[in-house]
């Protein structure tokens, strides 16, 4: 897979076309921070995406919709999250 010029080959528990979507909507989000910050450097332009893809899980698991729903990745099992300690 193609992310910002460079070809990458990813692997992962979800299928390939789970694999594929990602790395383009990733691609398509570094496209958008580069174009908005074009002095960056590709590296801070990663890290920026970064910070922005963490800043949307961060405010979606704070909204109250979120606290209904079980399935959100929280690096917890869900034996854990269903009987919390």
Known sequence: MRIA???YVLRGPASASEIRALA???DR???AVIEAN???ALHQAMVL???EILEELHRLRR???ADTQDDRPTGRSRRER???R
């Open 5 to 7: 010029g460079s070809e």
């Open 24 to 26: 383009e909507e990733l």
């Open 29 to 31: 989000r570094l496209q």
């Open 38 to 40: 074009p002095r960056l």
């Open 49 to 51: 995406c970064a910070l």
């Open 63 to 65: 909204s109250p919709a």
């Open 82 to 84: 269903t009987h919390p």
